[in-house]
């Protein structure tokens, strides 16, 4: 029976339940002493000087690592440490000792001078005629005709009294600016149309296992164990970040306790530990924890946004403008706020659709992709306005995301993009029947007691693969399937779940398969990042590349030793089965190794990546390898979709909201793994929920330093803000682009969870939308009671 | 001196195994610190910022913990955990309003460890004073939290006095409308507190939240009978369903015939620097049915000069309805 | 002994906060051993200046008013702030607590109206230079603590209406005064009043951290003048002038005997005709009476 679509116990799962797991912190070396890092206690400074000498003269102090000796990228760049920190919390200097205490006692001891520059927390204030620039060399960067620039963007005044007059977002000159069909027609066809701001919160990614590593150098190699997303990826960026050649590092990553999107190949602060120990000569373990974690840990970006929506009768949207100023950290460049106009415009096919947008550089943590970058967001603003057209059309919630969403050839965004495919609707029918939407919805509206019901649905669609990734497998003479993987192991299951592909293609069981994964010592395949919903798709489709190599192997080495033609050999139970006999794997294996060349791995496919061949050779002659690269056809943009459906009771003296249902239908393609599935729908639902009602930044404007620096303060949810009833349904039509049929599911759940929230309270409201993520308590009381909101229209660290 | 946060320091542990030998310890010692469950305590420590020499852990006092009958009430040992507060047949069958809020306390885990006398006695959790700002009530001469700009959703709406912060404490509010006592002893002998008086308020020391000093220990706290027939409610409401303070909470102990209070107790908080009770309401509602309209009166009366900061105006109809509901006597 | 309190702001900066409780407890204890010293050095130490019987001067009324009604209510009601204002300010401090801070504030203000009033009745009604310390006095003061060094027994010098040591003290107690009254008066804008809501970003952290110091040790000094004040004001041989405060006059002996009437001669001032019914000098400066 083929593996895919079957429940399989990965093969890390032992080891986890029973703590034998080794987690970055978990390693242990002779001689090993610790580090602790120096933050910034402000949100933009320049060091001016830095005093040591009493830190250095302490027993057990064993040295310091600054800014100037690690890697400085160019701007705007994000360095390990520095000597500019534009964020509170940003690492300045790092310092080893023989223990924690030591090393923390002895950062206290240290003298530093830095010198106050101008900050902005919040995106608008930077725009402001002669606000304050979170960089010295500007606060947005434009791509213009002499490539990419910094530079200092600001917005006349008049634009900001024209927006307070109008109670909307300002909007000045953006960056970034598509369009397609006729806007003005659009609106001008519309039958109701709608206008808003909204306005969505950052938030770290916060996963389990902070970004703890240990390092130390042997015979002028690094090794380096660090917690990533994304194995080979990590060894190749840290290698970069270090200056080392790939064969002078080793990096174990072997479980990750998660990351969504906060560690999905290089993690800087890494360096620091490798370098430290390279610098005194010890192994160094730097456990990062839950304080750091939230400035270092990466966060996704918040959007200050504006839409207008035209809706025909018959609930066709006609036309979006959308104006989105993302709030973007300090460093590099995030894409969510483009990506959400893209989404956008993908999930409700308008006739016309104009996107405007910016980024902003801003004193808060610096920000990277989070579990459906831009996507989650933009879905738990627009769904709730979507259901406003919907009631004030008569539509219903459910036929009006029908109506709106793409088929097989829609186009969207920016280039007019296509998609391989589009089970859009099969996934609203799967879910609503599984929800049971027609009944459900039957309860939107009823009073019991204080408490009124509200029903929500939210869309949301995620990118779900890539390809043009290598396999790596190989047969040893114990007759094993050695599936060889470069992607990490962050609790998704996929290095084991993609993995199936090849062991469905040689006919084998599971317990016939080893797969290898974690330490790029054992040799990995060049390899996507595990992030942005690709793994499922792009690794499937890499390992069924090189399972179908290794099966021709297979039958030409039985050709050639029982005779035959090749073709005429079948793989099947853990053989190659033919005229001329039979041999085991086993037996096949010994053979490739006495032939050699390209049956062994001696010669190699000329289109592999460089990173594939160097692991191969060093597996070479050790089995029968199976090696390619992944050259099936992929037309258009892979996307998966989510649609959850929530019921909240909502308790109209208290403002409470408790969700008590959830169902989340997926359409990814087929499905490779029942329960990972329904885990990946849960669990980023979940995640849906936290961003929905209670996670949040909350900034001092004065001061620009956070408070929602500890779990508590950033209130992801808990266990019991979870609904005990969670279903999940999946169209399951399998992807025509791909050769397996599967597509990433990671993304898209955490933006139908929230967007189902988000829907199901306006719902509970009356249908009054109150454009803000999280709708905390208090935002919802207030407007129950008719008084001011406690957040300004747009204010975003609140 | 450069700041680093979530590392302890190191400091002097004792461990006595009897009251009189705390104490003596904390009499020889000075800046000292008295650990129970250490959830608070802990988070101090780790962020360096109250850092004490000689730290006296009560966990191996066996007198302070433990819940047995006193008069017609009951005693509970500062000491005794929170999860067997909630477990204790006494207090459920009896006090029922007491489990209740103590049921809603943070999570499993820090009910196990967390204690009933560290829970009374914890500290505030404005954000500002606990991320180490020299605040007035870190000995400093700003409130941060009260500025038109400052992020005081979760701050006080009432009894603010130079100091907004809230008093966190869910047993505090149950145990004041319970009406009862904290003993607390030190080298000098016994005090006992009315639960109400032993909450202190800014305007009279705003470096403190209850009347303890150091080298003071609060031993047991005694809950009368008075209140063990009436019909309770317990209401708290926050931002997550776990693992979180109470935006406001309501503990309300009503002796009710044929649908007329007869007497009340009622408090609320996280509202105020304290828990406050609510003599008026009790005294306003005294006589009168147990309905919306009374619950109603109550709760304009209960907020009645409230005065919100800039983040919290929702604080006011939330403590409104909170003590509406009290009074009027939802199934909670 | 700590003197000054630091802490790092939010920035992690080393600000002022405020002064160091000790230095109440040294403030008080100065008062104190100012007092012992004082009265041991009278008792035992002091030379003793022959006491030459005053001229008779009959054109000297029998009694000699020396502080007008409104000048006693001024002293009367400022005596009442300042120790309404110092007991709620160090009461909180030594471990009596109750809520202060309004009392405290109102007080604040009722002195601040005080002192306005008494600068302008001061300087419109009064002699207002009468009291402030010139050159001259300077001078003298020189002299009479030459005098003391070389232990020469000096004969005691008749003053104008306010000898030097009463107008060194009123001068400091001016500065000092002035120092916590503007500063309060800063500070009320860090407290919530029924006019205004606090505002803690009226001044920059260190600038409130200078304006807490000055004010402690103002508040602080104000300890130990006021104990030595007290004190004078209860020695038996100064009780003619708290008597005087009490009841407004002097006698024809103690004016003949402590004054001369070249300095302070009666009924020649500006406002002595119609408030004190042309009888005497109605003029008075603070209430304080030092020695
Ligand atoms: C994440 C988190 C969430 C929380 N959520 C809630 C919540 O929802 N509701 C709630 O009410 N609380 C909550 N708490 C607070 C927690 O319940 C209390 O902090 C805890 O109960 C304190 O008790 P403890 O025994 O751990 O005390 P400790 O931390 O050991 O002590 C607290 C304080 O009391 C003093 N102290 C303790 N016992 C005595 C004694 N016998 N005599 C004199 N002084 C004493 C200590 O010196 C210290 O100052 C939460 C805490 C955390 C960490
Ligand atoms: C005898 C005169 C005075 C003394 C001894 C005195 C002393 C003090 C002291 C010790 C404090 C506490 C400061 C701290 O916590 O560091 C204080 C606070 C205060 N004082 Fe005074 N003060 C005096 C006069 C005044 C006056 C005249 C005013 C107002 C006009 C005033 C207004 C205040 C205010 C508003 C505070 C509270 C400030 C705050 O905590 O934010 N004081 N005073
Ligand atoms: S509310 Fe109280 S604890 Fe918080 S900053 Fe103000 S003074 Fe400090």
Redesign the pocket.
Known sequence: MALIGQDISPPDLRAKVTGRAKYAEDFRAEGMVFAKLLLSPMPHARVRSVDASRALAMPGVLGILRASEVNQPEAPGEAALTDEPKYVGEPILALAAVDETTAADAIEAIDIDLEPLPFAIDPLDSLRPGGPDARLDGNVMRFGDSGRELVSLKWPQTEFDAAEAEGRLPMGEPTDEWDHGDLDAAFAEADYVLEDTIVHQSLTHHPMEPRSSMAYWEDGRCYLYGSTQSTQRAHQAMASQLDLEPGELVFVGQYCGGGFGSKIAGVPIYQVTALLARKIQRPVMMRINRYEENYIGRARPGFQAWTKMGFRRDGKITGIDLYIIQDHGPYGRSGDYNTAGAVTDLMYQPDAMRFRGLTLYTNTPPRSAQRAPGGAQIVAMLEPLVDKAARELGIDRVEIRKINAPTHDSEFGPGRATTTSAFVREAIEAGAEQFDWAGKQALSGQRNGTKVTGVGVGLSPYVGGSSGFDGLLLIRPDGKLYIHQGIGNLGTHSMADTARAAADELGLEWDDCAVIWGDSSQHHPYSSVQAGSQTIHAHTRANYAAALDMKRKLQEVAAAALGGSASAYRVEGARVTGPGGSLSFAQAAERAIAMGGEYSGQELPEDINDYTRASATQLAGQGLMGVARDNFSHEGSTWSWVVGFAVVELDTETGDVRIVDYTGSADCGIVVHPRSLAAQIHGGSVQGFGQARSQKWVFDPKWGVPFAH???TARPPGILDVPLSMDWAAAGEPDPQTPIGAKGIGEPPVGAGSAAVTSAIADALDGRCLCRVPLTTDVILAELEGRAQPHALTEIHS | MAVIRDMMPAFELFQPTSVDEALDVLERHDNT????????????FKDRIKRPDVVVE?GSVSE?TGIRASGDGIEIG??T??RDVVASDDVRSRFGLLAQ??A????PQ??N???????????T?CWYYRGGWPCYRAGGNICYAGTPRSMNREHAVTGQSRCVAVN?????GALVALGAQMM?RSAGGERVYEAEDFFVGPEIDIERM?V?EPG????HVRIPGDWADARFYWE?V?DRK?????LASVAAAIVESNGTIERARIAVNGVAPTPVRLTDVENLVQGMPANDDTGMAAGELATRGFKPLRHNDYKVPLARNLVRRAVRGDAA | MEILRTAPNPWGQEVLVGVAWDLLWAAAIAGFLFVVGHHLYVWIMAPKAPKTAPEPAPEVPERVERHSQASRTFHWLMAATMLTLLVTAFFPVIGVQFAWVTIHWIAGIVLTLLIIWHIIHASTKQDFWSVWTGTKEIGQAFQAVGKFLRREPAKEERSGKYPLDQRAYHNAVTLVSFGVIVTGILMMFGVDTWFWASNPYFLSDSTWGLVFVLHGLCGVGLVTMVIAHIYFAIRPEKRWMTRSMIKGWITREEYLEHYDPDLWKLGTEPAGAELAGGSASSADADGVVPA
């Open positions: 500890r779990l508590y | 610190w008295v650990l129970a469950g250490g959830l608070d305590s802990m988070d101090w009560l302070l500062a000491m955990s929170l809020a103590a809603e306390v943070a999570t820090i009910r460890q967390g204690t009933l006398g560290g829970n009374l006695i914890q500290d959790r966190g404490a869910d047993t505090a607390v209850t303890l003071d220990l609060l031993t708290k926050r776990s693992w979180d303070w109470a």
